[in-house]
């Protein structure tokens, strides 16, 4: 058993105050790799702070699996103190870092368990296993999932598939399964967001959603996960960026006491590390200066701010509002305490021998096989059959044609169709019109889902016209789409019933060679036959 940590007692109160905050950084190694300069201090800056601030640590995004584990080398010895590292990987550590095991989204499993509950819960408590263990093998500590928000309106734009669903039960069942399962190595777990994000029509990142619902709903939906996961021992909790006029009509339940303080810890007996959801989103940004918002984070009941403007600028505030006597001493050291219960868990035990080479090993990636396989749907009248002699074409649409990490020239979605015959046509939403007048057999593979920033979830109106010509041509012979499944509701709906079509939640590589193989009822030794291209990973 090691200890790592001096007593935080030992600190003045700036240093206190550092260890509150968690600032974004970039996973890549060198500056002219930052992709995000607006929200990542180059290394300078960051060592800078590191070193000055006493921060309580970092949060990261980009990078290759391999690569990060450098990268967290390197900036733990930036730190007098050992750091909080922290990381969105609610799809698994493959869903932000190339290489490690990358989940179908949550929802897949909640699509499961509306036939097989017991199956999904094997399947979360698996994925919470492996994204620990992938994350620590990494140097990551912190994982900031998973999310428990009930997603009971198809049209929230941000939450959407990354929820278990929309049945409160089934969240909260598979929300403590993976608990349970990230709980076999020591990595914080965290349960988002409070107190739920599920039933809005704006995104927090932009804007301050709204939720008008009364108490008694709000008690008996949207906190009942929350709940759960708490029972289970989460170790941290989430806030987020929205107006719940049943509870506070003048702040954001980030900056409620009400919210965080009456309600969580007093109410649901939360005594874990509150988190903010990150500071600089329009949600709370647009509420006021950035040291009044960390000034009310901290008054709410907040632990740890995530992603503060300016890290100075927060520390300053925060001091200048304790000497005033808007805030006291004692409310810093409250915090601390729980801080410092949470490094212990991450730094005060013994050494679990992980490395580089756990990561997306054979086992795992037969369980996110295995995920897609039982959470595909597809249509009664399968296989799409192949007209070898007729020209045709593979149209698939993105949301953005250069935010598409999921797909390259070598991916399934492009391969497999190319070996039947088709010809790849690549367009977004917003240049989908330009292919109308392709009279071709056409196979329509989508790529959409609901995420950060994106504004909306679905189709806009001029996709749903570009669609409803192609309908009308009769060039559409079969379609797959991967993502959200309020977009295949929009599509049964409205096209011909005879149409072939697959669904699949994920829209990795995986996932792709699933759908293709399904709706052309091709075999893995079929495929290998075509083509001795595509490695098992893929098929």
């Known amino acids: 058993m090691t200890n790592l940590l001096p007593h935080w007692t030992q600190f003045t109160l700036k240093e206190k105050i550092g260890q509150m905050l968690v600032v974004r950084a970039s996973g890549y190694l060198f500056d002219h790799q930052i992709r995000y300069p607006v929200w990542e201090a180059s290394n300078p800056q960051l060592s800078h702070w590191l070193e000055t601030l006493n921060l309580g640590g970092v949060i990261l995004l980009g990078g290759s699996a391999a690569e990060l584990l450098l990268r967290t080398q390197q900036l733990q010895k930036c730190s007098k103190i050992p750091l909080f590292i922290a990381a969105d990987i609610e799809e698994g550590v493959g869903q932000r870092f190339s290489g490690a095991t990358w989940f179908p989204p949550p929802m897949a499993l909640g699509e499961i368990a509306k036939y097989d509950l017991p199956l999904a819960r094997k399947y979360a408590e698996k994925m919470g296993e492996v994204t620990a263990k992938e994350a620590l093998a990494m140097g ?204 212990q868990k991450l730094f005060n035990h013994q050494n679990y021998n992980l490395s580089i080479y756990q990561l997306s090993k054979t086992t795992d990636r037969e369980t996110v096989k295995n995920i897609i396989k039982n959470s595909l749907k597809s249509s009664k009248n399968l296989p799409l059959k192949v007209k070898i002699e007729t020209s045709k074409r593979n149209l698939i649409v993105v949301d953005d044609i250069l935010n598409a990490d999921f797909l390259d020239r070598q991916m399934p979605a492009f391969t497999i169709p190319n070996l039947l015959g088709y010809q790849l046509q690549l367009v977004d939403q917003n240049t989908l019109g330009n292919v109308l007048e392709d009279d071709q057999e056409t196979l329509l593979q989508i790529f959409l889902r609901g995420n950060p920033f994106r504004g909306s979830a679905g189709l806009n109106e001029t996709s749903k016209n570009y669609y409803h010509k192609l309908f009308k041509k009769s060039t559409i012979k079969g379609l797959i789409i991967y993502g959200s499944p309020y977009i295949l509701d929009w599509f049964i709906t409205e096209m011909s019933l005879n149409i072939p079509w697959v669904f699949s939640y994920g829209q990795m590589a995986e996932s792709q060679g699933i759908a293709c193989q399904k709706l052309f009822n091709l075999s893995a030794a079929q495929l290998r036959e075509m083509s001795r291209n595509l490695g098992d990973v893929f098929i």
């Open 140 to 343: 990551i500590n912190w994982i900031l999932s998973p999310i428990v928000d009930v997603n009971n309106n198809p049209d929230n734009p941000v939450i959407n598939i990354r929820s278990f669903g929309d049945n409160v039960n089934v969240v909260s069942e598979l929300a403590k399964a993976f608990i349970k399962g990230a709980k076999n190595y020591p990595a914080l777990t965290t349960a988002k967001h409070f107190p739920g994000h599920g039933d809005t029509i704006s995104d927090s990142h932009l804007d301050l959603p709204v939720i008008n619902h009364n108490n008694e709903r709000l008690e008996q939906l949207e906190l009942v996960p929350f709940q759960a996961a708490i029972d289970a021992n989460v170790d941290t909790v989430m806030t987020a960026h929205l107006l719940i006029n049943a509870w506070d009509k003048d702040n954001p339940a980030t900056l409620s006491k009400t919210i965080l303080t009456n309600k969580l810890r007093q109410k649901l007996g939360f005594n874990g590390l509150i988190v903010t959801d990150a500071l600089i989103m329009g949600g709370v940004a647009n509420y006021a200066n950035s040291d009044e918002i960390a000034v009310k984070a901290v008054e709410a009941g907040a632990d740890i701010l995530l992603m503060p403007d300016d890290p100075e600028i927060a520390i300053n505030a925060i001091y200048k509002a304790v000497e005033t006597g808007r805030l006291t001493t004692e409310r810093i050291d409250q915090s601390l305490q729980r801080i410092w219960q949470a490094k």
